[in-house]
Each structure stands twice: as C-alpha cells, then as structure tokens.
C-alpha cells in the first residue's frame, strides 16, 4: 500500500482498514484500504 500510495505522492496512509473474507475452503480474501497523504511539518 504504501508503494501504491508514494507512487502517487504521498508519504503517509492514514484511516487503514482491513477486511477478509473466505470465498471458499482455503481461499481468503484479503482487502486493505487507506488515505494516501502528503504529511509536512508544521512551522
């Protein structure tokens, strides 16, 4: 995620949310979600 997210410009990920689901026996899903930002120190 946080390759996708610096491909972008970000430098940070926040609100991260992961999910799963089992389609079937042995298989799972995997799902993550986040907000990429641009994060600067304040003066």
Do not use: F, K, P
Not at 4 to 11: I, M
Not at 18 to 31: I, K, P, R
Request: net charge negative.
């Amino acid at each position: 995620m946080m390759q996708h997210a610096s491909s972008h410009g970000a430098n940070a990920v926040i609100g991260v949310r992961y999910d799963s689901n089992e389609l079937m026996q042995g298989v799972t899903e995997v799902l993550v979600y986040g907000t990429a930002v641009q994060v600067e120190r304040a003066a």
